[in-house]
């Protein structure tokens, strides 16, 4: 691939993420935040590219509320660098590609309207890096009811999913109908958006498109084989992913052997090898869940070492800054818990 496609600045971009990619801890790092408590994890984070947060945010919040206050600001800061160095092409795959932050954010607030969770719970748990607006993300943390959630949300993208699932989450009042409607418009207005025959830039996003997708409905696929309860796979799949349709789905799900089969003999099966390997092994799913979030940052390293021009390096980066994010949330979640060290170990993504 050429360094720029129109007005697309790959080679620069992919410069910039590589030296920010450098800058994430690695696993000596998140070593030494194990055997910290979270007043120790602050002042660690002072030292490091957090600075500038830790100390904006400093005199007003401490302990954990500052770590978790200074990732999102960290996070959101670093992908609007992205779409600051990007152009053209590139900067319009980017910005559609951060919007799956809108989506989280949606299904956080219904989650947290649903439990009766407080108003700054469900704050601290928002990526504000993806297009809605703070006042918007605050109109819809401030509503009082899933209903009041699907109705401000009608006229974006998500509305006449969320409108369709709403009648289900009436009739049932489980969340599955929900949240997954929420990823298929996502993704279907993802894909939906690109030509039949893409250029090859255009070939290689899909493609890590749709082994989120694949990866995704691999992950529901087995919740559901493994916990026996009587739901219907489609519920769940989200289509226009490479491994499964509904059908396959819900047969596979009926057999869990069958499905660790299906997945080796699949495209991916040399990338979720170990992730399988976990799974054959582990007495739950944690451990796979853990495994498989792994192979799919891995695939995605794969692919930027493939094509080392192109949006795979971003994506890649994204994926790996938000997993950082989440590694160093996980710790000084479970320090303030009271977790072991061996339990907070299991919660972290280390590639």
């Given at each position: 691939m050429?360094?720029t496609?129109g007005s697309?600045?790959?080679s620069?971009?992919?410069?910039?993420?590589?030296?920010?990619?450098?800058?994430?801890?690695?696993?000596?790092?998140y070593?030494?935040?194990?055997r910290m408590g979270?007043g120790?994890i602050?002042r660690?984070?002072?030292e490091t590219?957090?600075?500038?947060?830790?100390?904006a945010?400093?005199?007003r919040y401490?302990g954990?509320d500052l770590?978790e206050y200074?990732?999102n600001?960290?996070?959101?800061?670093?992908f609007?660098?992205l779409?600051r160095?990007?152009?053209?092409?590139?900067?319009e795959?980017?910005?559609?590609?951060l919007r799956?932050?809108d989506?989280?954010?949606?299904k956080?607030i219904?989650?947290?309207?649903?439990?009766?969770?407080?108003?700054q719970?469900?704050?601290d748990?928002l990526?504000?890096a993806?297009e809605?607006?703070?006042a918007?993300?605050d109109?819809?943390?401030?509503?009082?009811?899933i209903e009041?959630?699907v109705e401000q949300?009608?006229?974006t993208?998500?509305?006449?999913?969320?409108?369709?699932?709403?009648?289900?989450y009436?009739?049932?009042g489980?969340?599955?109908?929900?949240e997954n409607?929420v990823d298929?418009a996502?993704?279907?207005?993802?894909?939906?958006?690109f030509?039949?025959?893409?250029?090859?830039g255009?070939a290689?996003?899909?493609?890590?498109?749709r082994?989120?997708i694949?990866?995704r409905n691999?992950?529901n696929?087995l919740?559901l084989?493994?916990s026996?309860?009587?739901?219907d796979?489609?519920?769940?799949?989200?289509p226009d992913?490479?491994l499964?349709?509904?059908?396959?789905l819900r047969?596979?799900?009926?057999?869990?052997?069958?499905?660790?089969e299906y997945?080796?003999?699949?495209?991916?099966?040399?990338?979720?090898?170990?992730?399988?390997?976990?799974?054959e092994?582990a007495?739950g799913?944690?451990d796979?869940e853990?495994a498989?979030?792994?192979a799919?940052l891995?695939y995605?390293?794969?692919?930027t070492n493939?094509?080392?021009?192109?949006?795979?390096p971003?994506i890649?980066?994204i994926?790996?800054?938000?997993?950082?994010?989440d590694?160093?949330?996980?710790?000084?979640r479970?320090?303030q818990?009271?977790?072991?060290?061996?339990e907070?170990e299991?919660?972290?993504?280390?590639?």
């Open positions: 050429n360094a496609v697309a600045n790959y620069y971009v992919s410069a910039r993420v590589r030296s920010r990619r450098a800058a994430l801890f690695d696993e000596n790092d070593r030494k935040l194990i979270p120790e602050a660690f984070m002072e590219e957090y600075e500038t947060e830790m100390n945010l400093g005199s401490d954990v770590i200074a990732l600001e960290n996070l959101a800061k670093h609007d660098d779409l160095f990007a152009d053209g092409q590139l900067n795959y980017i910005a559609s590609y799956k932050f989506a989280w954010n949606i956080t219904i989650r947290g309207v649903y439990t009766d969770s407080e108003t719970e469900i704050q748990d990526i504000r993806g809605f607006s703070d918007m993300l109109r819809l943390v401030e509503s009082t009811s009041s959630v949300l009608s006229k993208l998500y509305g006449s999913a969320l409108a369709e699932a709403y009648e289900v009436e009739e049932t489980v969340l599955v109908a929900l409607a298929r996502f993704y279907s207005d993802m894909l939906g958006g030509p039949r025959e893409p250029s090859e255009t290689m996003y899909v493609q890590l498109l082994a989120e694949d990866f691999v992950r696929a919740r084989a493994r026996g309860a009587e739901i796979p489609s519920e769940y799949f989200i992913g490479r499964f349709d509904a059908d396959q047969q596979l799900t009926q057999n869990p052997d069958q499905l660790t997945l080796r003999d699949s495209t991916y099966g040399r990338d979720l090898s170990e992730a399988l390997d976990e799974l092994s007495d799913l944690i796979f853990r498989l979030e792994k799919l891995e995605a390293d794969t692919m493939r094509f080392p021009l192109s949006i795979c971003v890649a980066y994926r790996a800054k938000e997993r950082e994010v590694n160093i949330r996980a710790i000084a479970g320090k818990a009271g977790l072991s060290t061996d907070i299991e919660e972290l993504v280390i590639v």
